[in-house]
């Protein structure tokens, strides 16, 4: 069966701090990889997909960054966070052609 | 641009209390729509996906349905654990983007 794996669970970061938030998936090969981020109250926002290694694409134009240095993995990054960059962020993978997502259990970021 | 509406933002049901969740969305061209079930702290859990206006789809006490501008999640005889926020979102024949509603929270008092 598949597995999505991400870390860490929670971080708590001064404003200016670098970041790096890593996903992997297990049990599958070739899947299409997400980030996500889901503010309080609001409706999950989508950051980055990547259909294959080193192919990313931005939804939105901000100080994050992502990459998929493997297969089933993807990593968020940034070089110096900004207060707003709190928030929860989930990493999600889907089947090639198919639209169900699947979620991991989330990174909860607070920039203080 | 597409978007995706969901209400109530809050429900609260007494265990057993019947109810529907509504989901209103705009897109180009419908790929799919998803049904996800979020517990508090924890990533969706996908629950449903629907394709065309009249399609069903069932799971326990969860039943959603699909028109051609909005999707209901129908909860029968709810029960505690059902307490959760359920999430809609819509993909649209671009493929890849899937667009998310805020959500409704559901609390079911035993």
């Known amino acids: 069966s598949q597995t999505i794996h991400q870390w860490p669970a929670t971080l708590v970061q001064p404003v200016g701090s670098p970041l790096s938030l890593e996903c992997t998936v297990e049990?599958?090969?070739?899947?299409?990889l997400y980030w996500y981020r889901q503010a309080a109250g609001r409706g999950l926002q989508l950051l980055f997909y990547?259909?294959?290694?080193?192919?990313i694409s931005s939804e939105v134009p901000q100080n994050l960054s992502a990459s998929r240095p493997q297969d089933r993995q993807f990593i968020l990054s940034s070089k110096k966070l900004l207060l707003s960059d709190s928030g929860f962020y989930l990493c999600?993978?889907?089947?090639?052609?198919?639209?169900?997502?699947?979620f991991g259990e989330g990174s909860r970021l607070t920039v203080l | 641009e597409d978007q995706v509406t969901q209400s109530p933002e809050a429900l609260r049901l007494q265990e057993g209390e019947s109810s529907s969740l509504n989901c209103s969305y705009t897109?180009?061209?419908?790929?799919?729509l998803f049904w996800y079930r979020q517990d508090p702290g924890k990533g969706p859990e996908f629950l449903f996906t629907?394709?065309?206006a009249g399609e069903e789809k069932e799971k326990e006490r969860l039943k959603a349905t699909l028109t051609k501008k909005e999707s209901f999640l129908h909860i029968t005889a709810p029960k505690p654990e059902d307490s959760a926020t359920y999430l809609c979102?819509?993909?649209?024949?671009?493929?890849?983007?899937?667009?998310f509603g805020a959500g409704t929270r559901l609390f079911v008092k035993a």
């Open positions: 999600a993978w889907s089947r090639p052609g198919t639209g169900e997502l699947f």
């Open positions: 049990g599958t090969s070739n899947p299409n």
């Open positions: 990547s259909v294959g290694i080193g192919q």
């Open positions: 897109v180009s061209g419908l790929r799919g």
């Open positions: 629907l394709y065309s």
């Open positions: 979102a819509v993909q649209d024949t671009g493929g890849f983007k899937t667009i």
